[in-house]
């Protein structure tokens, strides 16, 4: 039996094996990693063109503590949460090979120069690693848009790292689809920080017991007050329709008849 909530397949297993389970998706086009969290599924019935991203992936994780929980609840038993951090962990472990290519796009210079240097320190060759800062608002140029993912199908990318923030990444993979080639994506956000050396991650104790959203307000307030305080309650909303109508549709406009949640895990 699958792991299901709010109409989506989630793949079950460690990040090695969520991996391992993209990568043998359909090659003919980027096979998406997304990992949900509590702010990705009120995303998701608000906005159609996230919810075709998370459609189309390739594998989902549970993000969120409170996704795992609520999955427990549901009696899905081998629920586990399988973050972004352990997704990219795992990705930039891989072994390095002579036909390895990594593409990595996020929000600034100071992250891209980080994290290129970290990937180089590991093993990798400099023409084997490429970045990209795209300018605000990329993701409605089409014309910049079209130059990136040329960009990175001509790298030869097998590995490409989206960090700059959901519901852009995923929305801008899924729209240039096979533009891009065919490799593994990952859509990690701020993790990508972490893995570059320039942010801390919460202590574990915090991470196990669902904590580790405060450490994040604690270091960010101006930016995820809202997300925390106020836009979270729409979460509660949600799991309300969970439970009651014995399905997991997220309620919302974007959820056409025709449009089917795939089930390609």
Wanted: hydrophobic content about 45%; overall charge positive; some cysteine.
């Amino acid at each position: 039996m699958g792991l299901k909530l709010f109409g989506l397949d989630f793949t079950k297993g460690s990040a090695r094996e969520v991996l391992a389970a993209a990568a043998a998706a359909d090659h003919g086009r980027p096979r998406l990693v997304v990992t949900a969290n509590m702010d990705h599924i009120i995303s998701l019935s608000e906005n159609a063109a996230f919810r075709r991203a998370y459609d189309g992936a390739a594998a989902r994780t549970l993000d969120g503590m409170p996704l795992v929980w609520l999955a427990l609840l549901r009696g899905q038993r081998d629920a586990r949460r399988v973050t972004g951090h352990d997704i990219l962990a795992e990705a930039l472990g891989e072994p390095w090979t002579p036909q390895r290519r990594v593409f990595v796009v996020c929000a600034s210079e100071r992250v891209a120069d980080a994290a290129r240097a970290r990937i180089l320190r590991d093993g990798g060759t400099p023409d084997a690693v490429a970045v990209a800062v795209p300018p605000t608002g990329f993701e409605r140029d089409a014309v910049y848009g079209a130059d990136l993912a040329q960009r990175v199908k001509a790298h030869g990318t097998t590995l490409l790292v989206m960090a700059v923030g959901a519901p852009r990444s995923e929305i801008w993979v899924d729209q240039h689809g096979t533009a891009l080639g065919a490799p593994l994506v990952v859509a990690v956000g701020d993790a990508l920080s972490v893995a570059a050396g320039l942010q801390t991650r919460a202590p574990v104790f915090m991470q196990r017991n669902g904590l580790e959203w405060l450490y994040r307000f604690a270091h960010d307030p101006r930016r995820l007050f809202h997300r925390y305080f106020v836009r979270s309650w729409r979460f509660l909303a949600l799991i309300g329709t969970e439970f009651s109508d014995g399905r997991s549709d997220p309620p919302g406009p974007m959820r056409p008849k025709a449009d089917r949640v795939s089930s390609n895990l």
